[in-house]
Each structure stands twice: as C-alpha cells, then as structure tokens.
C-alpha cells in the first residue's frame, strides 16, 4: 500500500482523528527528571553519546536541533496506522498530502501547514539561563523564531526535582553593560549570571508565556509546553549544577560573523521585556475556566499570545461529553482511560522506546468543529487530556481575565 493510500484510508477510518506514536527527544546535557513514564532501561535508548532522554514532543511536524549524531526524522511525529502492525507515517506528510483537509484552510494559506508542537519537558536539575531567538534574529541564521509557553500539570509531578523555581529576564534596576560583562567573561570562570535575574516559584496547576527575546532559566519541574514551530536559543549561562557549557552552546546561532560580537550577542535579548517591572502581571498565566459541571471541566491553560493555545480536559468518573473546538489540534491524555470517539484513549503506566501508545492524538479541524466525543470508563479516576492549538482557534482569550 502506498502512503498516498495509507494516509488517507488511516484518516477515513479514524474519523479524520490521527493516533501518534510517542516521540521521545534525548539531550546531551543536564539530568532526566525520569516523570515522563517512561521504563526505566529505555532512558539511554539512544546510546551514551546522545545522552538521556529528557523530552518527550507531541504534533511535531519539524525535526530537533540535535547535533549530527540525530537521527533525520528525530523529533518528528508519527501517526500509527492501526495496532496489529507498526505501519506509520509522518503527521508532516499527511498533512503535506492532505493539508486544509487536516488543519484547515486558513492554517494553510497562513504556514504552508501546522506551525505549532508541544513536548513535555522533564529534567531533574534546572537548566540553564537561555534565551530563544526573537524572529529577526532567527531569520539571520535560516531559522524561525521562538515564543513557547508552561503548565505543570498536577499529574506528572510526583517530585519537583532540585530546584522548584524559575529564573525570567533581569531584575528591572539591572544595567545592559552587566550583562555584556558577564558574557565576556564567559570562558573566565563562572559568572553566575543569574545573581542578575529573579525566580518565580512553580505553582503546579498554573504555566507562564515566555516571548521570544526573553531569557529564562527553567525550573526541575515536569512542564507542558507548547511553542512555536522552532528548536533555536542561545544559552548565556556557562555553569549549571557543576556542569559546564561551552560557549559554542552561547554563539551557536549567530552568524559566524557575530560570534565575538558581544554587542551583537547582547542583542538577542528584548531589554524591554527582560527588565519589565510588571513580568509576572504580564507573563503568568493562571487557568481560565471556559465551563465547569457535573460531567466535565475545561480551562485555557495556555493563551493571550498569537501564536498557540492549549486547554485542559477532565471528563469526571463514568460521564461522556461532546466537546467542540473551532480549529484543528494535538491532545496527550495524562490521567485516566476511556474512550475517544472510536480509540481507546488512556494514560500510560509505563512506556518502552520504539513501540505504540494509545495517549497521543491529533484532530483534524472539520472533526474538532463537528465534535469529538470522550467517555470516561472508570468509575472512581477522572480522565483528563491536554490539548495543544496553532493561533487561530476562534475562543481562545486575548488577555488575563481580571478574575483568573
């Protein structure tokens, strides 16, 4: 059979609902936080040089910087065509093949395709003081930009790792030339450049939106994010937890002209918004409950930006609901089992790398608008799914309402 005709027989019989397969992502730095359910001999599935796996990535349509060690495919989604063989395709050649048929016309006409992924990112120790291309800087280096955002989902947070606090921008009285200072001294020793910054401890049940431009140091906790379609930053702290980082992992995205331009590397950052007094006014993002009853809960746990949103789901003990949503999307369930209009939807216990889940899915627009249906078969445990949209779905809020 041919992917034209896999594609679109996989599609028909699912209702125009993909089921994905899990995408873990090593990393060579840093500790695995091990939350992500994954068995634990499968942690270094990928051999030493690669490190241990400390994402796993959700509607990916793009492949993770890696390194020449990584795979060409890795990071990227697979829909998996049925449970009693392991044939698959790529989510990014459906909808090369079938485009406005899975996320809609005006995702199309906009991106050329999905412009969206979400991960769960899950290290043991925090990680280091970064920032994330704005898009003029990306587009320097062949790239696009990268906004992203958080939740904690209660779920995936039996421990808070080493450190339960993250670091955003600098503090408001902090002077550029300190900065620039630090980051000369980059191969010096230490700079601690964080001493310049301040942290927000994690609230688990609440996220963050982090604009392009701004730096941040991610806190040991497991996080939802969904972002951008990008995989780009520029790490401008060089010890973290004893480890030390190179400065390569500071220049690596800048053209080779600009790499001992400290100016230049200073300038990635939005001063603005890296020194906001208000920050946490302007960037928290408590959850917006949309409707809240005896069969289901739904909030935007993700939102106020133009670039993505995301909800969380709960379907209470031995209730069905029909849910409608204005634009196509990804869902991961994280509590829970029951039914997802025809699929089997239930979170995992334990994962093996390499083999098939039935706790990922992807909703093409027209099924999303008609509505999907999702049944709760426990008598005792809440189901409860994540879902991850592109920027156009027609409800998500604009700001923070004054009451969330």
């Not at 995989?231 to 790499?259: H, T």
């Not at 946490?280 to 949309?290: G, L």
């Not at 334990?350 to 992807?362: C, K, P, V």
């Amino acid at each position: 059979m041919s992917n034209r005709s896999l594609i679109e027989k996989t599609f028909e019989e699912g209702r125009g609902i993909f089921r994905l397969n899990p995408v873990f992502v090593p990393r060579p730095f840093g500790k695995a936080g091990r939350r992500l359910k994954l068995h634990p001999d499968d942690y270094y599935a990928l051999g030493l040089e690669r490190g241990s796996i400390k994402e796993r990535w959700f509607s990916s349509t793009i492949t993770a910087q890696n390194g020449p060690l990584a795979a060409a495919d890795e990071g990227m989604s697979y829909v998996a065509a049925g449970y009693e063989n392991d044939e698959k395709f790529t989510l990014k050649e459906a909808i090369d093949l079938l485009g406005a048929g899975i996320v809609g016309e005006e995702l199309m006409k906009k991106y050329g395709g999905w412009p969206m992924y979400s991960k769960f990112f899950d290290y043991g120790n925090p990680l280091f003081h970064h920032v994330h291309l704005m898009f003029e800087d990306a587009r320097r280096v062949g790239k696009l930009g990268k906004p992203e955002s958080y939740y904690f989902p209660e779920q995936l947070n039996n421990h808070s790792g080493e450190f339960n606090a993250t670091y955003f921008g600098f503090d408001p009285g902090t002077k550029p030339e300190q900065v620039k200072q630090r980051l000369r001294d980059y191969n010096r020793g230490d700079t601690r450049i964080t001493e310049l910054s301040r942290a927000y401890r994690i609230e688990l049940g609440t996220g963050w939106y982090t604009p392009a431009g701004v730096i941040h140091a991610p806190a040991s906790v497991l996080t939802y994010e969904p972002q951008w379609n990008s995989d780009v930053n520029s790490v401008q702290e060089n010890v973290v937890s004893g480890e030390i980082y190179p400065r390569e992992f500071l220049v690596a995205e800048c053209p080779p002209e600009k790499k001992e331009d400290i100016d230049y590397i200073f300038g990635l950052l939005d001063w603005e918004k890296n020194t906001d007094p208000n920050y946490k006014k302007h960037y928290f993002r408590p959850p917006v409950t949309i409707v809240s009853d005896s069969a289901h809960t739904e909030k935007w746990v993700s939102y106020a930006n133009e670039y993505f949103g995301a909800k969380e789901l709960t379907v209470e003990p031995g209730r069905s609901v029909t849910v409608r949503d204005g634009a196509a999307y990804g869902l991961i369930c994280i509590q829970g089992r029951g039914k997802l209009d025809k699929f089997i939807i239930e979170a995992p216990t334990l994962l093996r790398f390499g083999r098939q889940s039935t706790d990922e899915f992807f909703v093409s627009e027209h099924t999303a608008k008609d509505g999907v249906t999702l049944a709760n078969e426990s008598p005792v445990e809440p189901l409860v799914i994540l879902k991850h949209f592109g920027p156009n779905h027609p409800d998500m809020p604009g700001v923070v309402p004054p009451e969330a």
